[in-house]
């Protein structure tokens, strides 16, 4: 008797798995998700989008993997005992006007995928206890650093990471603080960035997520 091939037949038989599609408010874009590669073998999650001003269009956001940060700016849980690699993904938009006619909208950028990875690692970085008004303005001033920072990707602040976007070794800038990790970069099809802490950035490869099986929960 061939049990090998018994087997083999047996297991053809039996029902698969499908794969989950994009969940609530990452389904229906005319963009790729961008995510982890398979090396990355932890927990993954939802994090959050983003639209135009106008609220019609959903232009980035964000995928985790890892613990997911901490919300709250009174957690007593150290937010910076937790690991995490977040990847932000941009959609490649030229400059357009808004469906309402109100104004203009410029074009998106690695910049701006600079400027969200730099901010997510900000609302994930917590200092409890602290009064509710130092931390606004305490992240507010973060923020607009951030922006400057990603304003300047040629500048000192940042060096240059080589890894791999769908297998093909892509350029990104890189740069390090006391809070964590922030890079960005270019796919194809998309603006890409990244944030994390615990996680080091060095190992890791980026894909275009078509199962969101993993990131269901």
């Given amino acids: 008797m061939d049990t090998t091939s018994d087997t083999v037949a047996e297991q053809d038989q039996q029902p698969r798995a499908e794969a989950k599609p994009a969940g609530p408010g990452f389904g ?4 790729p998700w961008y995510g982890l590669d398979d090396a990355w073998t932890g927990r993954r999650w939802y994090g959050t989008t983003g639209t ?17 940060p901490v919300r709250s700016y009174l957690a007593q849980d150290p937010a910076e005992g937790r690991r995490f690699a977040v990847v932000v993904t941009v959609a490649r938009r030229e400059a357009r006007r808004l469906e ?3 104004g203009m909208l410029e074009a998106t950028s690695v ?8 901010s997510g690692l900000l609302t994930a970085t917590e200092h409890a206890p602290m009064e509710r008004s130092l931390r606004q303005d305490w992240l507010d001033q973060q923020t607009a650093l951030a922006w400057d920072l ?3 990707l040629d500048g000192p602040a940042w060096s240059s990471l080589t890894l791999p976007v769908n297998g093909t070794p892509q350029p ?6 006391e809070y964590g990790w922030v890079l960005a970069g270019n796919a194809d099809d998309a603006h890409l960035g ?7 950035a060095y190992g890791l490869g980026f894909t275009v997520i078509t199962d969101f099986t993993p990131y269901a929960g």
């Fill in 52 to 68: 135009s001003p106008d609220g019609r269009t959903v232009d980035y956001g964000f995928l985790g993997h890892g613990d997911e």
């Fill in 111 to 118: 910049s701006a995928a600079a400027w969200l990875a730099g």
């Fill in 150 to 152: 990603a304003d300047d």
């Fill in 172 to 177: 990104f800038r890189y740069r390090e603080s």
């Fill in 28 to 31: 229906g874009v005319d963009f």
């Fill in 194 to 200: 990244a944030y994390g802490r615990g996680v080091s």
């Fill in 100 to 102: 309402n006619g109100t």
